[in-house]
Nanobody, 124 residues
Framework: QVQLAESGGGLVQAGGSLRLSCAAS????????MGWFRQAPGKEREFVAC????????YYADSVNGRFTITRDNAKNTVLLQMNSLKPEDAAVYYC?????????????????WGQGTQVTVSS
């Protein structure tokens, strides 16, 4: 059974950067797409970014496109989310997810396993 552990969250000023990491254990992530989602207080979980099994396809939410970058290192069983030019509206708990297949998807239903999340706080 795969376990996903996010890290790298914290408090940052608006305009700053953070890099989130998702380390997987118990299963190789290489055959699967990986995704990042986030949930702010009082809001539903929303898609942020995803990447296909080989890294050749990525999708981003319109709200983060051009500011966030998702990458993966299959040898290290790790997925990263580089977040630049952070805005107060980016504040949320960020979750890493393992896809049900190798195809990148924006739908939460296409992900089979989730991490516990890491808090990102952005001060204005």
């Amino acid at each position: 059974q795969v376990q996903l552990a996010e890290s790298g969250g914290g408090l940052v000023q608006a305009g700053g950067s953070l890099r989130l990491s998702c380390a997987a254990s118990g299963r190789a992530i290489s055959p699967y797409a990986m995704g990042w989602f986030r949930q702010a207080p009082g809001k539903e979980r929303e898609f942020v970014a995803c990447i296909s099994w080989g890294g050749g396809t990525t999708y981003y939410a319109d709200s983060v496109n051009g500011r966030f970058t998702i990458t993966r290192d299959n040898a290290k069983n790790t997925v990263l989310l580089q977040m630049n030019s952070l805005k107060p509206e980016d504040a949320a708990v960020y979750y890493c997810a393992l896809g049900r297949s190798g195809l990148a998807s924006v739908s939460p239903s296409m992900y089979a396993a989730w991490g516990q999340g890491t808090q990102v706080t952005v001060s204005s």
